[in-house]
């Protein structure tokens, strides 16, 4: 039991199970605990990659029970609620981690110029962009996020009968970079690139997460996370800016300077409390 993890559920098991995985890690779940436990052998000396381990073997355990029928739940935030521990040189340590998010609004005075009105538009590519932003999991955000893209890519340049996909794709991009550069999208140094958002974000990520052949990623696997949130993040930048340049609907944004948010934070850490009990 010297490393494992504790993660939230999205809702409690109806009985009390327990399964060892065959790499020797046990995976825990009781009746009405909105919470899975697992604990098992690991080399790891770190809380990050303690982490990966520790919820791909929470993942393995909870699959096995689900296919036995025993029980069916899923973790249900992506890091923002867990606690793992691993041992060091003093002993184990222990590490619990939680996010919350504020609201925040801003409020400025002076002479406002009026905004014509606004007429509300309707597109099948906003309902793919809402999915994607209200997504807790990060495989289903940028799923959607892409099906936005290729949603208004084919609204602006439709797929000929008989165009087979990945051409289309390309000479999609080709049109829609007369509205927002697709070099956006790209690598700064990136000479070609369409080709680049093919092969790599195209046919490595949004294939990745649409077939499970060769290649593929089980939710929740940690191997790409980084890689594909700082792609989503790209992703999601081009998409709003091509909404406005074709349809006219502009995305709200607004940005938090260092010192706002270090503001922001140390008001609500420092009325905090911490209690540790075994």
Not at 38 to 46: K, N, S, V, Y
Not at 58 to 65: E, P, R, S, V
Not at 89 to 103: D, F, K, P
Request: glycine share 6%.
């Amino acid at each position: 039991m010297r490393h494992g993890g504790i993660f939230l559920l999205s809702k409690p098991p109806i009985t009390d199970v327990v399964t060892v995985s065959p790499n020797g890690w046990t995976t825990q779940v009781k009746k009405n605990m909105k919470a899975v436990v697992t604990f098992g052998p690991a080399i790891t000396t770190d809380p990050a990659a303690t982490y990966k381990v520790a919820v791909r073997a929470a993942n393995d355990g909870l699959d096995y029970l689900s296919v036995r029928g025993e029980a069916d739940v899923l973790i249900e935030t992506d890091r923002e609620y867990f606690i793992v521990w691993w041992p060091e040189s003093a002993g184990v340590i222990m590490q619990g981690t939680a996010i919350g998010t504020m609201s925040w609004a801003g409020f400025a005075t002076g002479e406002v110029q009026p905004s014509p009105p606004l007429t509300p538009i309707q597109h099948n590519a906003f309902r793919f962009i809402r999915m994607s932003r209200t997504s807790a999991y990060l495989y289903d955000s940028y799923r959607n996020m892409f099906l936005a893209l290729e949603c208004l890519l084919n609204a602006i340049a439709p797929q000929q009968r008989n165009e087979r996909e990945g051409v289309w794709f390309r000479r999609a991009l080709g049109v829609d970079d007369g509205l927002v550069p697709v070099a956006e999208l790209a690598p700064a140094n990136e000479t070609d690139a369409i080709g680049w958002v093919y092969d790599n974000m195209y046919s490595d990520e949004r294939s990745a997460l649409s077939h499970a052949k060769r290649d593929y990623l089980l939710p929740q696997d940690e191997t790409e996370r980084d890689d594909l949130t700082a792609s989503l993040e790209k992703l999601s930048n081009y998409v709003h800016p091509l909404v406005e340049a074709y349809l006219g609907v502009r995305h709200l944004r607004s940005r938090l300077s260092d010192h706002a948010r270090r503001h922001m934070a140390e008001s609500v850490l420092l009325s905090q409390r911490l209690y540790v009990s075994d």
